[in-house]
């Protein structure tokens, strides 16, 4: 086990990241957060990587569960270089996830300045290998400037742009991650996204959802817990998407709106209607949920980025997708 590689994990207690649980304890808790990249590699009957999962806190409930079952968990703040400088000391590989809605502010500046703080600390790394970042694609360069207020995109795919004009070295040690929405998105902002309970004039129970999407759109989704496939498999490709090249994480058979919401109703024997509804109704329905302006302009915005894109929006050219590095694991 010592003389393992280590892979210093981002997220360690969050969505792409935490680690699948076998007890019914943890099974419970999966189904509020999920986990990937650590799951993936405890479960793995043998791996050339010793995990070191980095949290802010590393005596929360979470964390602890994590060093209970045998990882390393280690203090890391993205607002504290002097933690960061500590925790990836000595690290093989890294998976670097920056949470937006953890340090919310209207240009996203937070987020980024966490990213570039830990990716500084990354390039004066002499035992890193290899490095994978978890991004997203700029919507203003995609929409063409159509739209300019996702920052939760833009700040992500500002700071690759900056790494990759920067950090010649490090860049040559690095793939991009793109990471699709998560199919738990019901589970995660249900006042956004999951269908909402209705009756109609005769008293029936209609479970509706009522979105700017055509019921034809499609997302590209992921199920965040494949994220830790992919991992490996790139980690394990030889440095074959090393050099800054992005994956994209998006399931390979996209499943358009009206049908996901037509299977669920089947699955839970629930009756449902999917309506679209203008875009100026669907900027007020934002509105209703109280958000900052900056944040309500954003989620809305990336809604029709999506719409716009029919499915495509983690599909530009040159970008990898997860099932051609991953082909059995999605
Ligand atoms: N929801 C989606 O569909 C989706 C899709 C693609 C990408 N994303 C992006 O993925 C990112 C993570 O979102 P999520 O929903 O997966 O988050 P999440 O599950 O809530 O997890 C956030 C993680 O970030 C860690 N964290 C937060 N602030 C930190 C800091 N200052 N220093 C170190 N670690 C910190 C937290 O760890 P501790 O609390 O233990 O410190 C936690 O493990 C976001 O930026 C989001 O934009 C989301």
């Known amino acids: 086990m010592a003389n393992k590689k280590v892979l210093a994990v981002f997220g360690s207690t969050g969505h792409q990241v935490r680690l699948s649980f076998t007890n019914l304890a943890f099974h419970l808790l999966r189904l509020l957060k999920g986990g990937a990249v650590i799951s993936h590699f405890l479960g793995l009957d043998s791996s050339p990587y010793r995990v ?35 925790a990836l000391k000595d690290a093989h590989a890294v998976f670097l996830v920056t949470d937006f809605f953890s340090c919310i502010d209207a240009g996203a500046q937070r987020e980024m300045a966490q990213a570039k703080r830990a990716l500084k600390v990354l390039s004066e790394s002499t035992s890193l290998e290899h490095l994978l970042h978890s991004s997203l694609p700029g919507v203003r360069r995609v929409s063409k400037g159509k739209y300019n207020a996702v920052i939760h995109f833009d700040g992500k795919a500002e700071v690759v742009d900056w790494l990759r004009d920067t950090h010649a070295e490090l860049w040559g040690k690095t793939t991009i991650l793109w990471v699709g929405t998560y199919m738990q998105i019901w589970e995660q902002f249900k006042d956004v996204f999951a269908p909402k309970k209705t009756i109609t004039e005769d008293g029936e129970e209609v479970w509706k959802q009522r979105m700017v999407f055509y019921p034809e759109s499609k997302l590209p989704l992921v199920d965040v817990r494949d994220v830790g496939k992919v991992v490996q498999a790139i980690l394990t490709s030889g440095g074959e998407y090393k050099g800054g090249k992005t994956v994209s994480l998006v399931a390979p058979n996209a499943v358009s709106m009206k049908d996901q919401l037509d299977i669920w109703g089947a699955q839970v024997g629930k009756q449902t209607v ?48 997860a099932s051609e590095v991953s082909p059995e694991d999605l």
């Open 274 to 321: 999917f309506e679209h509804i203008s875009e100026e109704e669907s900027l007020q329905s934002i509105e209703s949920l109280g958000f900052p302006e900056f944040l309500t302009k954003a989620l809305w915005e990336v809604g029709l980025a999506y719409r716009d894109c029919e499915g495509k929006l983690l599909h530009q050219e040159g970008v990898v997708q």
């Open 52 to 86: 070191r999962a980095l949290t802010r806190n590393p005596s929360s409930n979470a964390a602890r569960k994590l060093a209970d079952s045998g990882v390393e968990v280690v203090r890391a703040d993205l607002d504290d270089l002097e933690s960061l400088t500590n």
